[in-house]
């Protein structure tokens, strides 16, 4: 029941209103009257469990103690009155015990503000020889802002007191719940590191509703502080303030060495509770700098990497661009001196040509084949079958050309002429011809010479058939019709002339004919017969390959038809042909769009049409390819002899076949086109190899120096960390494990146990 009057008056104060009553009074509420500062007075009713004489002496402390801001301050102790009474602070705050079943818990950071100040309060009383023994979150008054004061000293003890005191059940130290056992300042330790882990959970430790009622059926106090003592000795430590957020590893640490259950493990005073509080604040104060310590230069690292990377890309990039227009400026270069290069190859088969043609026992040969009537009767009736192709059957007048004398002599003759030219020496730059043949004046022919006479079969012997309709006889840019073209209507050549290219159907291979007429007579308008030598292409020393390199020369048919951009010549093909490969009448062509761009000089990434074969692999991939147009030289010889008369031809016998051009046979000027293109293409994967190979080295470098860079950070924190390390190690030799002194401490302030 609230009482209503107060048991006594207290001079100089009016009492106003009831606080509440505990074990050994009443706690009344009352004002100063000189100050009108709001009091609280508690009044000792009961004399009989009191020690007047030892509380007289712990109130006294109390007022010593006073000066403390964190503990509750003594104003005024009426102690020879009746009922005694001692006046203090009014604290509106209500008490922690309040708060907490209010809230339940309290942040992580204001626990430990509140654990702190209790704590600096706690060692204030300790330092003036006083135990608290009964400190829990009731006894402990909240003040302006939450600010905790230490308060109810009923159960407090001296130091060198030997009287036992009781606190309260899951706040008390197990060693504590016996009767008689001594104060201990470690009992004040383990119920700061209770109310602390009240704070952060919300449960004192060890509080569960099995172990209260294990309590409660304990009988007698003495077994109850038995089965106390008993149980939290034997259970696992408390771990849910290691779960709770914001308790980092020290502050978890701090708690738990509070509440250990050996009291030679716990802190011996509460001086090392602060000590181990101020060095968790100097640790989280160097976190931030140690975190940009190492996030900083891991920060300007990735930066340098990001700038470092983007510059090495760019650089690359511009690199590319740079060396993609110097290789293909000297690709141009390149295909502009293998198209001179090839102009001056087919000049030399122009000279071999026009030379072989006018050998004068050729020529005396010729004209006596000619002359026979039994050849000329032959050759009229296959030029009255008026169309080529009905003289490339069996025909009658064709077998009887095959069987008379003089036309196998004149085969002869041819064939010792060719063998001059078909196995050349190697190291030899004679020229290698495929075939060597005669036609009359309508185109039919008249003797040949094979390189490989003995395969040919009978029936696979051009003479006797009309070929009026190819190219090399009528000198036109493309060959006619082989079905609707009128012998005795053909015109023949009148000047040394280069065919379109034609593909072999023997051999597969691509071919191109010289062909040149023959006069007998400077009065003659038309040329008496047409003197005609076949070259394989891959036979022009430009384009004789060997395998497969990063830059080739290939040749290319220009003709504006659907033959455009077919390639004649490729290294590929040498490597089939010297392996005895016959490439069939497959054709390889540059697609029409792609041709097109190369014209117009547009920089591409050319892929070879031929790396699509099963052979072609190692064609594969993006090139940088040229093309330039082959150009012939005007035949300014047949020119002259046509403008002023000379001796006739057959006088004269021609010179060795040349095996070096003159320097400027082939000009600028007086050239005329052919159907020819040489493509030459670099393979882009070697231009850009030095650039890929300075990116790999710059590269390496920048992870070195990454490597480097981490290394030094780490090394430095590692020396930051060992430089802190002394004063937390000085700190934990300053503490005497086995006694509960701290060194450092004068004798005034240190806290033994008896």
Not at 625 to 645: G, I, R, T, Y
Not at 722 to 732: C, L
Request: aromatic fraction near 6%.
């Amino acid at each position: 029941m609230e009482a209503t009057t107060p048991p006594a008056d207290v001079p100089g104060y009016r009492l106003t209103q009831f606080l509440g009553a505990g074990a050994f009074g009443q706690v009344w509420v009352g004002r100063d009257l000189n100050t009108g500062r709001d009091v609280a007075v508690k009044f000792y009713l009961h004399r009989g469990g009191v020690n007047w004489s030892l509380l007289s002496r712990e109130v006294k402390n109390l007022v010593q103690m006073s000066a403390d801001r964190y503990v509750v301050q003594v104003l005024e102790v009426g102690w020879e009155v009746d009922p005694p009474f001692y006046v203090m602070e009014l604290v509106h705050g209500g008490s922690l015990e309040d708060l907490l079943k209010v809230r339940q818990r309290l942040p992580t950071d204001q626990a430990v503000e509140m654990f702190r100040k209790m704590s600096i309060g706690l060692d204030h009383c300790h330092s003036k020889g006083v135990l608290h023994c009964d400190l829990k979150p009731a006894n402990i008054l909240l003040g302006d802002e939450d600010e905790p004061r230490l308060a109810d000293f009923g159960q407090s003890r001296l130091s060198n007191d030997q009287t036992p005191a009781l606190g309260t059940l899951f706040y008390m130290a197990p060693e504590q719940a016996d009767l008689t056992s001594s104060p201990d300042v470690r009992w004040d330790v383990y119920a700061l590191g209770a109310i602390l882990y009240r704070m952060l959970t919300g449960n004192a430790p060890y509080r569960e509703s099995s172990f209260v009622q294990q309590l409660d059926t304990a009988g007698s106090l003495k077994k109850r502080l038995q089965r106390y003592r008993e149980s939290i000795v034997s259970s696992a430590p408390p771990k849910a303030h290691l779960e709770c957020p914001g308790v980092d590893r020290a502050l978890a640490r701090i708690v738990s060495k509070c509440l250990n259950t050996t009291p030679e493990h716990r802190y011996s005073n509460v001086q090392q509770i602060l000590q181990d509080l101020t060095r968790r604040d100097a640790t989280r104060a160097k976190r931030p700098l140690m975190l940009l310590g190492i996030v900083g230069p891991l920060l300007v690292l990735l930066a340098t990497c990001f700038f470092g990377a983007r510059s090495i890309i760019e650089a690359r990039k511009s690199t590319l661009i740079a060396l993609r227009t110097e290789a293909k400026g000297s690709n141009e270069l390149a295909a502009t001196f293998a198209a001179k290069t090839l102009e001056n190859e087919i000049d030399r088969y122009f000279q071999v040509t026009k030379n072989e043609a006018h050998r004068s026992e050729f020529i005396e040969q010729l004209k006596t084949t000619l002359e026979t009537d039994q050849v000329v009767t032959a050759l009229l009736q296959i030029a009255d079958l008026e169309t080529p192709l009905k003289t490339h059957g069996s025909t009658l007048a064709r077998a009887k050309l095959l069987e008379l004398e003089q036309q196998k002599k004149l085969n002869t003759a041819l064939q010792n002429q060719l063998a001059r030219y078909t196995n050349p020496d190697t190291n030899s730059r004679k020229p290698r011809l495929a075939s060597m043949f005669v036609t009359d004046n309508r185109g039919t022919i008249i003797g040949i010479a094979y390189e490989n006479t003995d395969e040919i079969k009978p029936e696979e012997n051009s003479v006797g058939k009309n070929f009026s309709y190819r190219t090399y006889f009528h000198g036109g840019p493309v060959d006619k019709s082989k079905r609707t073209t009128s012998i005795l209507e053909s015109s023949p050549i009148a000047s040394t002339h280069l065919s379109a290219a034609f593909q072999s159907t023997a051999t597969g291979l691509w071919k191109v004919a010289i062909s040149t007429p023959i006069y007998f007579s400077d009065k003659d308008s038309q040329p008496d017969a047409i003197f005609v030598t076949t070259v394989n292409l891959g036979d022009f020393e430009l384009l004789q390959n060997e395998g497969s390199s990063d830059q080739v020369a290939v040749l290319l048919e220009s003709r504006e038809d659907r033959a455009e951009g077919t390639i004649l010549q490729h290294p590929l093909m040498d490597t089939r042909r010297n392996a005895g490969i016959k490439s069939g009448d497959q054709k390889y062509q540059i697609p029409p769009m792609l041709m097109q761009r190369l014209l117009t000089g547009s920089d591409v990434d050319y892929e070879d049409p031929l790396a699509t074969a099963e052979d072609g692999s190692s064609y594969e991939g993006p090139w940088i390819a040229a093309v330039h147009s082959v150009k012939l030289p005007l035949d300014e010889d047949e020119e002259e002899n046509k403008s002023s008369p000379s001796t006739p031809s057959i006088a004269r016998d021609p010179p060795p076949p040349p095996t070096e051009l003159p320097e400027g046979a082939v000009s600028e000027t007086d050239e005329q086109a052919t159907d020819l293109l040489v493509l030459v293409q670099y393979r882009l994967k070697k231009v850009n190899a030095p650039v890929f190979e300075m990116q790999s080295a710059l590269l390496r470098e920048g992870v070195a120096a990454i490597i480097s860079i981490l290394v030094v950070t780490l090394t430095l924190w590692f020396f930051v960390q060992r430089v802190g390390r002394p004063y937390r190690e000085t700190d934990e030799k300053l503490e005497d494990p086995k006694s509960n002194k701290t060194i450092s401490e004068p004798p005034a302030k240190t806290i033994s146990s008896r």
